[in-house]
Nanobody
Framework: HVQLVESGGGSVQAGGSLRLSCVAS????????MGWFRQRPGLEREGVAA???????SYADSVKGRFTISQDNAENTLLLQMNILSPEDTAIYYC????????????????????RGQGTQVTVS
């Protein structure tokens, strides 16, 4: 069955950087919308960034210019480079995957309902 495993979380000072990784196992085929989500304390889960199988990306306004989503196809790994971190970025970060149609219709948030990992904690102080 499909498995998504995140890593790379941790504690960092404001202004610092972290890179999250998500290894996807048993995700067959190439036509997926991949994404990162986060759950901040006391707030609803939000989509952070999405990457379609055609290479197009989208970002939440709050992370544009600071976060970059990419994929290492050789390693079946989804990446999230996070720069200029602030305490408002403190959250549990999840990766998720679903049909590419959701990326193409601007509904990448819905892929969270398909496959997702267990999350990795990011704390910025």
């Amino acid at each position: 069955h499909v498995q998504l495993v995140e890593s790379g979380g941790g504690s960092v000072q404001a202004g610092g950087s972290l890179r999250l990784s998500c290894v996807a196992s048993y995700l067959t085929g190439d036509d997926y919308c991949m994404g990162w989500f986060r759950q901040r304390p006391g707030l609803e889960r939000e989509g952070v960034a999405a990457l379609d199988s055609d290479g197009s990306t989208s970002y939440a306004d709050s992370v544009k210019g600071r976060f970059t989503i990419s994929q290492d196809n050789a390693e079946n790994t989804l990446l999230l480079q996070m720069n200029i971190l602030s305490p408002e970025d403190t959250a549990i970060y999840y990766c998720a995957a679903g049909p590419s149609i959701y990326c193409r219709r601007g509904r990448s948030r819905e892929i969270f309902n398909y496959y997702r990992g267990q999350g990795t904690q990011v704390t910025v102080s």
